[in-house]
């Protein structure tokens, strides 16, 4: 006979920022709760390791960083638990690899090898742009302006549309760069609408104050989950204890686990990524705006190697780290060092169809392809580059419960769809919460966070009345 459900108010699922800030919010509230995570580690797409065997520091293979304005909540975050936070490096000379192969030094911000026109072409098309994200409706994304148009189209086609093959390229480059994915593959008003969550395209792109890529942690992101969990009552986040079913049951849910607990809940929090929303069984079963969603999102393909080295050679020659190609096994690096613990790194990500094509090789051929595209780029100014003591990778599309990153995209005709406008609705007593979720900083760890407040404070309104 199987035993009886456990009995608690609010059954969380998923261990990640979303679902343990919802959690804290319970807390807060002095519900009974209990966080169910799949994976044998708490903390979902972020991910913090050794940067060597033995040596000091961390680096961050998932979600890598903050700012201090905008997203406030996460800084408010890292203030409470007194993490030191590391300005992203910024200035001296760039490295581009162009489409036949050569590679150029290049200013620090500046996206190609571009001449003094090419480079106001440039600037003009992202005015463009960003005038197109400036008329998104947030809160309304199918009643912005041409939102029905837009979301018809894919990045590529609205691209296409300024008649410029150099636009085609910088849009891919960036839907690439900050999605894992071709221009081709999602929708133009979902693109725009991301670039509007993150407070508009300039500040999607810096490195800078206000940007996106302001701020790195040196204790590692994966701890804001690990003390985000401290502050939870004792043994309520469960891990390897995936939620294989959830039934609305007399005002409540059952909700079953792999491990072969059950628990009875007043209320439930989902806070998995909507493409796993198929590997929950729902009786009955979703609205078919959620059912789209779990069927028609996925995660683009986003891949990190950290090259590590016993010091920061490429600060001495005036190099930012910064190394772009336009279809290079390598998409993009960045300086990733944390002086303060003798941590020197540079990671280098691997994204959209060139990222695909280099997973397919074997570990041995994965790494010898990124040090050999490392080598030939950095030799342009250091000869010879030396060698890294030691290289770390993380492929999140080969983690069961991430199946890519950063987070999942909408292709055409699903955000002003049904499937866009049901994606932060409750169904009955179940809630639903995480980064895509998020009026603001969809994709980030400010989106995941900002939606666990959102799911938490509706549960623990609803069941304290």
């Not at 979902?44 to 997203?71: E, F």
């Not at 007194?82 to 150029?104: A, I, M, N």
């Not at 086609?157 to 849009?171: I, K, M, R, T, W």
């Amino acid at each position: 006979m199987a035993p009886s459900p456990q009995s608690v108010d609010v059954v969380v699922v998923g261990a990640g920022l979303s679902g343990l800030r919802a959690a804290r919010e319970l807390h807060s509230a002095g519900l009974k709760y209990v966080v169910l995570e799949a994976r044998d580690r708490i903390g979902g797409k972020t991910l913090s390791v050794q940067a060597s065997p033995g040596g000091k520091g961390l680096v961050d293979m998932g979600a890598a960083w903050i700012n201090d304005t905008s997203q406030s909540e996460m800084y408010n975050l890292a203030r409470e638990f007194g993490f030191d936070l590391v300005e992203q490096r910024t200035g001296g000379t760039s490295l581009y690899r162009d489409g036949e192969g050569e590679v150029h030094c290049i200013p620090y911000g500046v996206p190609a090898k571009l001449e003094p026109e090419q480079l106001r072409q440039v600037e003009q098309l992202l005015q463009v742009i960003s005038e197109h994200v400036d008329k998104c409706d947030l809160e309304h994304p199918a009643g912005g302006l041409d939102a029905q148009r837009l979301d018809s189209i894919t990045v590529k086609e609205y691209a296409d549309g300024f008649n410029d093959p150099g636009a085609s390229q910088l849009v891919n480059a960036i839907t690439r760069s900050l999605l894992g994915v071709e221009s081709d593959e999602l929708s133009a008003l979902f693109f725009l609408d991301t670039l509007k969550r993150g407070t508009g395209l300039t500040n999607v792109l810096s490195d800078h104050k206000d940007g996106g890529q302001y701020l790195r942690n040196r204790q590692g992101n994966q701890a804001f989950c690990e003390r985000l969990a401290a502050g939870l009552h004792a043994d309520s986040v469960k891990v390897n204890c995936a939620v294989e079913a959830i039934s609305p049951r007399d005002a409540g849910c059952v909700v079953e686990a792999s491990n072969g607990a059950s628990y009875k809940a007043h209320r439930v929090i989902v806070s998995v990524p909507t493409p796993f929303y198929s590997s929950i069984r729902f009786d009955p079963d979703l609205p078919p705006g959620k059912k789209t969603l779990s069927q028609s999102t996925e995660s683009g393909y986003y891949t990190k190697t950290v090259l590590v080295f016993d010091e920061p050679w490429w600060h001495s020659t005036n190099l930012s780290g910064e190394y772009s190609s336009a279809n290079g096994p390598i998409g993009f690096t960045r300086d990733t060092c944390v002086p303060a613990d003798g941590q020197y790194s540079i990671t280098c990500f691997h994204t959209g169809a060139s990222g695909r094509q280099w997973s397919t090789l074997s570990a041995e051929e994965r790494r010898r392809v990124v040090l050999e595209d490392f080598r030939a780029a950095f030799r342009k100014v250091v000869d010879p580059v030396p060698e890294p003591i030691h290289v770390v990778e993380k492929d999140w599309t080969q983690d069961e419960w991430a199946r890519g990153g950063p987070g999942p995209i909408m292709k055409t005709g699903l955000l002003a769809g049904e499937a866009g406008k049901s994606i932060s609705e409750s169904f009955g007593n179940i809630h639903f919460v995480g980064t895509e979720t998020s009026p603001m900083w969809r994709g980030y760890m400010e989106g995941a966070v900002r939606s666990g407040i959102r799911g938490g404070k509706e549960v623990a309104a609803a069941l304290t009345k």
